[in-house]
């Protein structure tokens, strides 16, 4: 459920390449600007999204009690507990897209 950051998404929120109409300093500065965030942003290193199953299995193995059931690890808790953490996640996940 967690994603990566995309380079694509990220060169697309630079905007349009700026016109270069004039040959001013200005507009070749903003060119060389844009072209060079593009590079800096085309050579960043990718980092793998945390798979959201392998984050609540470590959660689930670390934090007690349960955030949502507020039990100690037990029968009760155990068998839905993975669960918990993934509705906790995926609610925020969904909050954070919202604020977009």
């Given at each position: 459920m967690f994603s990566q950051i995309s380079r694509e998404a990220a060169i697309e929120a630079l905007g349009e390449r700026p016109a270069?109409?004039?040959?001013?300093?200005?507009?070749?500065?903003?060119?060389?600007?844009?072209?060079?965030?593009?590079?800096?942003?085309?050579?960043?290193?990718?980092?793998?999204?945390?798979?959201?199953?392998?984050?609540?299995?470590?959660?689930?193995?670390?934090?007690?009690?349960?955030?949502?059931?507020?039990?100690?690890p037990g029968p009760q808790c155990n068998a839905k507990r993975k669960g918990c953490w993934n509705r906790v996640l995926t609610k925020w996940m969904e909050e954070q897209d919202a604020a977009d």
């Open positions: 270069n109409w004039t040959n001013s300093p200005e507009e070749v500065q903003a060119v060389n600007d844009w072209d060079s965030a593009v590079r800096a942003i085309q050579s960043a290193p990718s980092v793998p999204a945390v798979p959201l199953d392998k984050l609540c299995e470590y959660l689930n193995s670390v934090i007690y009690p349960c955030i949502i059931c507020k039990e100690s």
